[in-house]
Protein backbone atom coordinates (compact mmCIF):
# COMPACT_ATOMS: atom_id res chain seq x y z
CA UNK A 1 0.00 0.00 0.00
CA UNK A 2 2.64 2.90 0.86
CA UNK A 3 5.50 1.87 -1.82
CA UNK A 4 2.59 2.43 -4.12
CA UNK A 5 3.75 6.14 -3.33
CA UNK A 6 5.83 6.98 -6.45
CA UNK A 7 8.69 8.67 -4.46
CA UNK A 8 8.68 5.99 -2.06
CA UNK A 9 8.92 3.53 -5.08
CA UNK A 10 11.85 5.87 -6.57
CA UNK A 11 13.58 5.66 -3.47
CA UNK A 12 13.46 1.89 -3.23
CA UNK A 13 15.49 2.28 -6.31
CA UNK A 14 12.84 1.78 -8.80
CA UNK A 15 12.97 3.65 -12.62
CA UNK A 16 9.93 5.10 -12.81
CA UNK A 17 8.56 6.52 -16.50
CA UNK A 18 8.34 10.28 -15.14
CA UNK A 19 10.10 11.30 -12.27
CA UNK A 20 8.18 12.33 -9.16
CA UNK A 21 8.84 15.58 -8.30
CA UNK A 22 8.78 17.87 -4.65
CA UNK A 23 10.70 20.82 -4.00
CA UNK A 24 13.50 22.52 -2.05
CA UNK A 25 11.59 25.33 0.43
CA UNK A 26 8.12 24.58 -1.21
CA UNK A 27 6.72 26.27 1.37
CA UNK A 28 8.06 29.55 1.16
CA UNK A 29 7.98 33.45 0.57
CA UNK A 30 7.42 33.04 -3.32
CA UNK A 31 4.27 31.71 -2.26
CA UNK A 32 1.67 34.76 -1.03
CA UNK A 33 -0.31 32.05 0.72
CA UNK A 34 2.65 31.50 3.08
CA UNK A 35 3.33 35.46 3.44
CA UNK A 36 -0.32 35.37 4.69
CA UNK A 37 -0.10 32.57 7.27
CA UNK A 38 3.93 34.19 7.70
CA UNK A 39 1.65 37.53 9.06
CA UNK A 40 -0.67 35.28 10.85
CA UNK A 41 1.96 33.94 13.09
CA UNK A 42 3.70 36.84 13.79
CA UNK A 43 7.25 35.99 12.59
CA UNK A 44 8.63 32.76 11.20
CA UNK A 45 9.76 31.29 14.36
CA UNK A 46 6.23 31.54 16.14
CA UNK A 47 5.30 29.94 12.58
CA UNK A 48 7.76 27.04 12.63
CA UNK A 49 6.28 26.48 16.47
CA UNK A 50 2.37 26.68 15.66
CA UNK A 51 1.32 22.84 14.70
CA UNK A 52 -2.05 24.28 13.30
CA UNK A 53 -0.08 27.18 11.27
CA UNK A 54 3.20 25.28 9.99
CA UNK A 55 0.67 22.35 8.87
CA UNK A 56 -1.03 24.70 6.57
CA UNK A 57 2.43 25.83 5.20
CA UNK A 58 3.22 22.41 4.47
CA UNK A 59 -0.08 21.67 2.08
CA UNK A 60 0.08 24.96 0.54
CA UNK A 61 2.22 23.85 -1.87
CA UNK A 62 -0.13 20.48 -1.89
CA UNK A 63 -2.81 22.74 -2.95
CA UNK A 64 -1.91 24.71 -5.52
CA UNK A 65 0.77 21.68 -7.22
CA UNK A 66 0.16 18.48 -6.02
CA UNK A 67 3.98 17.50 -5.65
CA UNK A 68 4.35 14.10 -4.71
CA UNK A 69 6.01 15.09 -1.56
CA UNK A 70 5.77 17.27 1.57
CA UNK A 71 8.52 18.40 3.74
CA UNK A 72 7.66 18.92 7.17
CA UNK A 73 7.45 22.79 7.63
CA UNK A 74 10.23 23.90 10.49
CA UNK A 75 14.11 24.84 10.40
CA UNK A 76 17.67 22.87 10.93
CA UNK A 77 17.91 25.66 13.47
CA UNK A 78 15.57 24.32 15.83
CA UNK A 79 17.61 22.15 17.08
CA UNK A 80 20.73 24.46 19.10
CA UNK A 81 17.78 26.43 20.35
CA UNK A 82 16.59 23.06 21.86
CA UNK A 83 19.86 22.44 22.99
CA UNK A 84 19.65 25.50 24.97
CA UNK A 85 21.07 28.06 22.49
CA UNK A 86 18.97 31.69 21.79
CA UNK A 87 17.68 31.96 18.14
CA UNK A 88 16.36 34.76 16.82
CA UNK A 89 15.79 35.59 12.78
CA UNK A 90 16.65 39.08 11.46
CA UNK A 91 13.87 40.16 9.20
CA UNK A 92 15.73 40.33 5.50
CA UNK A 93 19.14 39.04 7.10
CA UNK A 94 18.76 35.58 8.22
CA UNK A 95 19.76 33.35 11.75
CA UNK A 96 21.61 35.13 14.43
CA UNK A 97 22.24 32.23 17.36
CA UNK A 98 24.30 32.78 20.85
CA UNK A 99 27.75 31.29 20.32
CA UNK A 100 29.44 28.21 21.71
CA UNK A 101 33.22 28.89 21.60
CA UNK A 102 34.88 27.75 24.92
CA UNK A 103 33.68 24.31 27.42
CA UNK A 104 31.82 26.93 29.46
CA UNK A 105 29.34 27.45 26.02
CA UNK A 106 29.31 24.03 25.47
CA UNK A 107 28.59 23.14 29.25
CA UNK A 108 26.12 25.14 29.32
CA UNK A 109 24.15 22.51 26.23
CA UNK A 110 21.43 20.31 27.50
CA UNK A 111 21.95 16.60 26.77
CA UNK A 112 20.52 15.41 23.44
CA UNK A 113 17.84 13.76 24.57
CA UNK A 114 16.54 16.76 26.38
CA UNK A 115 15.25 18.38 23.15
CA UNK A 116 11.66 16.86 23.18
CA UNK A 117 9.84 19.55 25.02
CA UNK A 118 10.93 22.48 22.99
CA UNK A 119 10.24 20.19 20.03
CA UNK A 120 6.83 18.98 20.82
CA UNK A 121 4.92 21.47 18.47
CA UNK A 122 7.06 20.14 15.77
CA UNK A 123 5.70 16.44 16.25
CA UNK A 124 2.63 18.00 16.33
CA UNK A 125 2.94 19.34 12.97
CA UNK A 126 3.97 15.64 11.63
CA UNK A 127 1.03 14.12 13.21
CA UNK A 128 -1.52 17.06 12.02
CA UNK A 129 0.12 16.36 8.31
CA UNK A 130 0.25 12.37 8.63
CA UNK A 131 -3.47 12.80 8.87
CA UNK A 132 -4.21 15.23 6.22
CA UNK A 133 -2.04 14.45 3.01
CA UNK A 134 -3.10 13.13 -0.11
CA UNK A 135 -2.74 9.41 0.11
CA UNK A 136 -0.65 9.92 -3.04
CA UNK A 137 2.05 12.27 -1.01
CA UNK A 138 5.03 11.32 0.72
CA UNK A 139 5.69 13.17 4.27
CA UNK A 140 9.29 13.93 4.41
CA UNK A 141 10.97 15.21 7.60
CA UNK A 142 14.66 16.49 8.08
CA UNK A 143 17.35 17.67 10.16
CA UNK A 144 20.69 19.48 9.09
CA UNK A 145 23.81 17.61 9.31
CA UNK A 146 26.46 17.74 12.10
CA UNK A 147 28.83 19.94 10.31
CA UNK A 148 26.05 22.76 9.35
CA UNK A 149 24.18 22.79 12.28
CA UNK A 150 27.67 23.57 13.90
CA UNK A 151 28.43 26.23 11.88
CA UNK A 152 25.76 28.02 13.02
CA UNK A 153 26.27 27.26 15.94
CA UNK A 154 29.98 28.41 16.43
CA UNK A 155 29.41 31.61 14.50
CA UNK A 156 25.82 32.72 15.62
CA UNK A 157 24.64 33.40 11.73
CA UNK A 158 25.25 32.02 8.04
CA UNK A 159 29.23 32.73 7.26
CA UNK A 160 30.08 32.94 3.45
CA UNK A 161 32.82 30.41 4.32
CA UNK A 162 32.29 28.78 7.85
CA UNK A 163 35.19 30.81 9.35
CA UNK A 164 34.51 30.23 12.89
CA UNK A 165 34.17 26.95 13.01
CA UNK A 166 36.90 25.83 10.54
CA UNK A 167 38.86 27.79 13.17
CA UNK A 168 37.29 25.87 16.41
CA UNK A 169 37.83 22.99 14.50
CA UNK A 170 41.94 23.70 14.13
CA UNK A 171 42.33 25.51 17.59
CA UNK A 172 40.29 23.35 20.16
CA UNK A 173 39.53 19.78 18.33
CA UNK A 174 38.64 18.00 21.36
CA UNK A 175 35.50 21.12 22.50
CA UNK A 176 34.46 21.23 18.25
CA UNK A 177 34.48 17.15 18.50
CA UNK A 178 32.36 17.14 21.34
CA UNK A 179 30.15 19.87 20.06
CA UNK A 180 29.86 17.68 16.69
CA UNK A 181 28.67 14.67 18.83
CA UNK A 182 25.71 16.49 21.13
CA UNK A 183 24.77 17.49 17.82
CA UNK A 184 24.71 13.98 16.01
CA UNK A 185 22.66 12.43 19.17
CA UNK A 186 20.36 15.98 19.27
CA UNK A 187 20.04 14.86 15.48
CA UNK A 188 19.16 11.07 15.80
CA UNK A 189 16.76 12.00 18.77
CA UNK A 190 14.74 14.76 16.85
CA UNK A 191 14.29 12.26 13.43
CA UNK A 192 13.35 9.40 15.65
CA UNK A 193 10.24 11.48 17.00
CA UNK A 194 9.27 12.75 13.60
CA UNK A 195 9.64 9.13 12.32
CA UNK A 196 7.36 7.92 14.87
CA UNK A 197 4.91 10.98 14.62
CA UNK A 198 4.30 9.66 11.06
CA UNK A 199 7.13 10.98 8.26
CA UNK A 200 7.32 8.41 5.81
CA UNK A 201 11.59 9.70 4.70
CA UNK A 202 13.87 11.83 6.81
CA UNK A 203 16.17 14.20 4.94
CA UNK A 204 19.52 15.28 6.24
CA UNK A 205 20.88 18.90 4.80
CA UNK A 206 24.76 19.45 5.22
CA UNK A 207 24.73 22.76 3.28
CA UNK A 208 28.54 23.70 4.05
CA UNK A 209 29.98 19.71 3.09
CA UNK A 210 31.26 21.45 0.52
CA UNK A 211 33.53 23.47 2.77
CA UNK A 212 35.23 20.39 4.60
CA UNK A 213 38.42 19.24 2.32
CA UNK A 214 40.46 15.85 2.57
CA UNK A 215 40.42 13.95 5.88
CA UNK A 216 37.90 16.69 7.62
CA UNK A 217 35.17 15.72 4.96
CA UNK A 218 35.43 12.07 5.65
CA UNK A 219 35.59 12.79 10.01
CA UNK A 220 33.07 15.71 9.94
CA UNK A 221 30.61 15.06 6.87
CA UNK A 222 30.53 11.76 5.82
CA UNK A 223 30.94 10.18 9.00
CA UNK A 224 28.69 11.78 11.31
CA UNK A 225 26.05 11.03 8.34
CA UNK A 226 26.53 7.34 8.16
CA UNK A 227 26.57 6.80 12.12
CA UNK A 228 23.41 8.75 11.65
CA UNK A 229 21.57 6.63 8.98
CA UNK A 230 23.41 3.56 11.19
CA UNK A 231 21.25 4.33 14.30
CA UNK A 232 18.18 5.44 12.11
CA UNK A 233 18.24 1.92 9.80
CA UNK A 234 18.61 0.31 13.38
CA UNK A 235 15.42 2.46 15.47
CA UNK A 236 13.82 2.96 12.16
CA UNK A 237 13.85 -0.29 9.25
CA UNK A 238 12.68 0.73 6.36
CA UNK A 239 12.54 4.37 6.94
CA UNK A 240 14.58 6.08 3.22
CA UNK A 241 16.96 8.52 4.34
CA UNK A 242 17.85 11.22 2.01
CA UNK A 243 21.26 13.47 2.02
CA UNK A 244 22.72 16.30 0.53
CA UNK A 245 26.14 16.64 0.83
CA UNK A 246 26.20 20.39 -1.11
CA UNK A 247 29.22 21.18 -2.76
CA UNK A 248 30.74 18.12 -2.23
CA UNK A 249 31.62 17.82 -5.83
CA UNK A 250 33.57 14.21 -6.51
CA UNK A 251 32.62 13.09 -2.96
CA UNK A 252 29.34 12.92 -4.41
CA UNK A 253 31.29 9.56 -5.31
CA UNK A 254 30.48 7.02 -3.07
CA UNK A 255 28.88 9.33 -1.01
CA UNK A 256 25.55 7.12 -0.62
CA UNK A 257 27.45 3.55 -0.38
CA UNK A 258 29.72 5.09 2.60
CA UNK A 259 27.12 6.57 4.85
CA UNK A 260 24.02 3.90 3.86
CA UNK A 261 21.73 6.15 2.46
CA UNK A 262 18.80 5.36 0.09
CA UNK A 263 19.48 8.82 -1.82
CA UNK A 264 21.48 11.57 -2.45
CA UNK A 265 20.56 14.83 -3.27
CA UNK A 266 23.01 17.07 -5.79
CA UNK A 267 23.07 20.48 -5.48
CA UNK A 268 22.70 23.43 -8.67
CA UNK A 269 26.27 22.79 -9.57
CA UNK A 270 26.27 18.96 -10.28
CA UNK A 271 26.43 18.05 -14.36
CA UNK A 272 23.47 15.73 -14.65
CA UNK A 273 25.13 13.96 -17.19
CA UNK A 274 28.19 13.33 -14.88
CA UNK A 275 25.84 12.51 -11.85
CA UNK A 276 24.14 9.57 -14.09
CA UNK A 277 27.26 8.25 -14.82
CA UNK A 278 29.05 8.32 -11.10
CA UNK A 279 26.16 9.03 -8.42
CA UNK A 280 23.16 7.46 -10.37
CA UNK A 281 24.87 4.26 -10.83
CA UNK A 282 24.25 3.37 -6.69
CA UNK A 283 20.94 4.15 -6.71
CA UNK A 284 18.63 6.80 -6.25
CA UNK A 285 19.25 10.57 -7.09
CA UNK A 286 17.37 14.07 -6.39
CA UNK A 287 17.10 16.94 -8.37
CA UNK A 288 19.06 18.99 -9.68
CA UNK A 289 17.61 22.20 -11.73
CA UNK A 290 19.33 25.27 -10.97
CA UNK A 291 17.14 27.70 -8.94
CA UNK A 292 17.50 30.68 -10.67
CA UNK A 293 15.14 29.05 -13.38
CA UNK A 294 12.29 29.54 -10.86
CA UNK A 295 12.95 33.40 -10.96
CA UNK A 296 13.94 33.54 -14.83
CA UNK A 297 11.55 31.14 -16.92
CA UNK A 298 10.69 30.45 -20.52
CA UNK A 299 12.17 27.81 -22.56
CA UNK A 300 16.04 27.76 -20.87
CA UNK A 301 13.73 26.53 -17.79
CA UNK A 302 11.64 23.99 -20.27
CA UNK A 303 15.17 22.92 -22.04
CA UNK A 304 17.26 22.54 -18.65
CA UNK A 305 14.04 20.43 -17.03
CA UNK A 306 13.29 17.76 -19.95
CA UNK A 307 17.15 17.69 -20.00
CA UNK A 308 17.72 16.38 -16.27
CA UNK A 309 15.13 14.22 -16.56
CA UNK A 310 16.56 12.49 -19.84
CA UNK A 311 19.59 11.99 -18.41
CA UNK A 312 18.55 10.81 -15.29
CA UNK A 313 15.63 8.59 -16.91
CA UNK A 314 17.95 5.12 -16.69
CA UNK A 315 17.69 4.66 -13.06
CA UNK A 316 15.81 5.74 -10.27
CA UNK A 317 15.05 9.80 -10.05
CA UNK A 318 13.16 12.06 -8.21
CA UNK A 319 13.04 15.71 -9.76
CA UNK A 320 14.04 18.95 -7.17
CA UNK A 321 15.82 22.03 -7.71
CA UNK A 322 19.36 21.75 -7.11
CA UNK A 323 19.04 24.27 -3.88
CA UNK A 324 15.88 25.80 -2.18
CA UNK A 325 13.48 27.95 -4.32
CA UNK A 326 14.33 31.90 -3.39
CA UNK A 327 12.33 34.48 -2.78
CA UNK A 328 11.94 36.35 -5.72
CA UNK A 329 10.49 33.39 -7.96
CA UNK A 330 7.64 33.28 -9.79
CA UNK A 331 4.93 30.92 -8.72
CA UNK A 332 4.43 30.46 -12.44
CA UNK A 333 7.62 29.14 -13.22
CA UNK A 334 6.95 26.84 -10.42
CA UNK A 335 4.05 25.25 -12.04
CA UNK A 336 5.79 25.10 -15.96
CA UNK A 337 8.60 23.19 -14.43
CA UNK A 338 5.99 20.69 -13.38
CA UNK A 339 4.05 20.72 -16.63
CA UNK A 340 7.69 19.86 -17.66
CA UNK A 341 8.22 17.20 -16.22
CA UNK A 342 4.83 15.50 -16.00
CA UNK A 343 4.10 16.01 -19.54
CA UNK A 344 6.52 13.52 -20.78
CA UNK A 345 7.58 15.89 -23.73
CA UNK A 346 11.14 15.08 -23.10
CA UNK A 347 11.01 11.69 -23.59
CA UNK A 348 10.43 12.04 -27.46
O1 LIG B 1 12.05 23.05 2.38
C1 LIG B 1 11.03 23.35 3.03
O2 LIG B 1 10.03 23.91 2.51
C2 LIG B 1 10.95 22.92 4.49
C3 LIG B 1 11.33 23.88 5.48
C4 LIG B 1 12.76 24.31 5.60
C5 LIG B 1 13.14 25.62 5.96
N1 LIG B 1 14.48 25.65 6.15
C6 LIG B 1 12.20 26.74 6.11
C7 LIG B 1 12.74 28.11 6.09
C8 LIG B 1 13.94 23.56 5.51
C9 LIG B 1 14.13 22.12 5.10
C10 LIG B 1 15.01 24.42 5.89
C11 LIG B 1 16.42 23.97 5.96
C12 LIG B 1 17.46 24.94 6.29
N2 LIG B 1 17.39 26.01 7.14
C13 LIG B 1 18.79 24.84 5.83
C14 LIG B 1 19.35 23.74 4.97
C15 LIG B 1 18.95 23.87 3.54
C16 LIG B 1 19.58 25.04 2.80
O3 LIG B 1 18.83 25.94 2.44
O4 LIG B 1 20.79 25.01 2.56
C17 LIG B 1 19.51 25.93 6.38
C18 LIG B 1 20.96 26.25 6.14
C19 LIG B 1 18.61 26.64 7.22
C20 LIG B 1 18.91 27.83 8.07
C21 LIG B 1 18.14 29.01 7.65
N3 LIG B 1 16.77 29.15 7.79
C22 LIG B 1 18.63 30.17 7.04
C23 LIG B 1 20.08 30.41 6.70
C24 LIG B 1 17.55 31.01 6.83
C25 LIG B 1 17.59 32.42 6.31
C26 LIG B 1 17.78 32.46 4.84
C27 LIG B 1 16.48 32.62 4.15
O5 LIG B 1 16.21 31.86 3.20
O6 LIG B 1 15.74 33.51 4.57
C28 LIG B 1 16.38 30.33 7.25
C29 LIG B 1 14.99 30.82 7.19
C30 LIG B 1 13.96 29.94 6.57
N4 LIG B 1 13.85 28.58 6.76
C31 LIG B 1 12.88 30.38 5.75
C32 LIG B 1 12.11 29.24 5.45
C33 LIG B 1 10.83 29.18 4.66
C34 LIG B 1 12.60 31.80 5.37
C35 LIG B 1 12.16 32.51 6.60
C36 LIG B 1 10.99 33.43 6.43
O7 LIG B 1 9.86 33.01 6.11
O8 LIG B 1 11.22 34.60 6.73
Same mark, same amino acid.
Given at each position: ?144 AP ?37 ? @? $???? #? ?6 ? =? !??? *?? %??? &? ?15 EP ?21 ? @? $???? #? ?6 ? =? !??? *?? %??? &? ?15 VQ ?34 ? =? ?26
Amino acid at each position: MAKEKLILRALAGETLDTPPIWMMRQAGRYLPEYRATRAEAGDFLSLCYNSDLAAEVTLQPIRRYGFDAAILFADILLIPQALGADLWFVTGEGPRLSTITDQAGFDALKPGDAIHDLLAPVYGTVRTLARELPKETTLIGFAGAPWTVATYMIAGRGTPDQGPAHALKAGNRPLFRALMGRIE @E $ATIE #YLSAQIEA =G !AEV *VK %LFD &SWAGSLKGEDFQEFALEPTRRIIAEMKVRHPGIPVIVFPR @E $AGEK #YIGFSKAT =G !ADC *VA %LDN &SVDAAWAAEHVQVDGCVQGNLKSSHMVTGGQALVDETGEICRVLSKGPHIFNL =GHGITPDADPENVQLMIDTVRNGAWKG
